[in-house]
């Protein structure tokens, strides 16, 4: 039986935070979500030079299939590594380029020194 590329991984902390990776082989993009119910903030890889319209197909566990901009993602060890970071640290790692879906002015940090691309 051949082993499906896609995962989908939740990590969800006690204060309701949580933490989304759709992975599709080597590439993965984020979600953070600061309480239930909340729009939350997306992964954008501000080093990514690929073309602007190329997409990366994702599957859920539900079975839905989605595609985002391939500017999203990030290598899957950075992924993983960024929800390792969020579990143990419980804030969203700051070597993530979060965009604010909620577009609610709210801001995380974005650290070069510490991104590991």
């Not at 969203?92 to 879906?101: A, C, E, M, R, S």
């Amino acid at each position: 039986m051949e082993k499906s590329p896609y995962r989908e991984v939740w990590v969800e902390i006690p204060d309701g935070q949580s933490m989304c990776a759709l992975i599709n082989g080597e590439w993965g993009w984020l979600m953070y979500l600061r309480y239930k119910g909340d729009a939350g903030f997306s992964s954008r890889n501000i080093k990514y030079k690929g073309p602007a319209e190329s997409t990366i197909e994702y599957r859920l566990d539900n079975g839905q299939h989605d595609e985002y901009p391939a500017s999203w993602a990030y290598p899957v060890a950075v992924i993983e590594h960024a929800l390792q970071f969020f579990q143990t640290q419980q804030i969203p790692p700051t070597f993530i380029h979060w965009h604010n879906d909620s577009e609610d002015g709210a801001e995380l940090e974005y650290k070069t020194a510490n991104n590991q691309l």
